[in-house]
């Protein structure tokens, strides 16, 4: 049984931080590419950042310079460091696992963290 869980989103400041996390079971990790998208109230799920199997990763324009996403194979965990935060950022953040070449549909997703940015 596949699981993507994802944690570490809450409430904070602008301009402030935070660090998600998805820990992965019940797939070969590391062939995996990861992503971490987020959905707005009625908008279309959008893609934050990725990052493949060797490591080479892609960002949203609109959190380039902001965010980092980074993995664990050992740990079959992906990271996404938030930093700068501002109170568009404010939605629910969802992890994605798919192979190579496949679209993101076709992958595991989880449940969906909060992230709240707010004064």
């Known amino acids: 049984q596949v699981q993507l869980v994802e944690s570490g989103g809450g409430l904070v400041q602008p301009g402030g931080s935070l660090r998600l996390s998805c820990a992965a079971s019940g797939i070969n990790f590391s062939i995996y590419v990861m992503g971490w998208y987020r959905q707005a109230p009625g908008k279309q799920r959008e893609l934050v950042a990725g990052i493949t199997s060797g490591g080479s990763t892609n960002y949203a324009d609109s959190v380039k310079g902001r965010f980092t996403i980074s993995r664990d194979n050992a740990k079959k965990t992906v990271y996404l460091q938030m930093n700068s935060l501002k109170p568009e950022d404010t939605t629910v953040y969802y992890c994605?696992?798919?192979?190579?070449?496949?679209?993101?549909?076709?992958?595991?997703w989880g449940q969906g963290t909060q992230v709240i940015v707010s004064s």
């Open positions: 994605n696992a798919v192979l190579f070449s496949r679209r993101p549909e076709l992958g595991y």
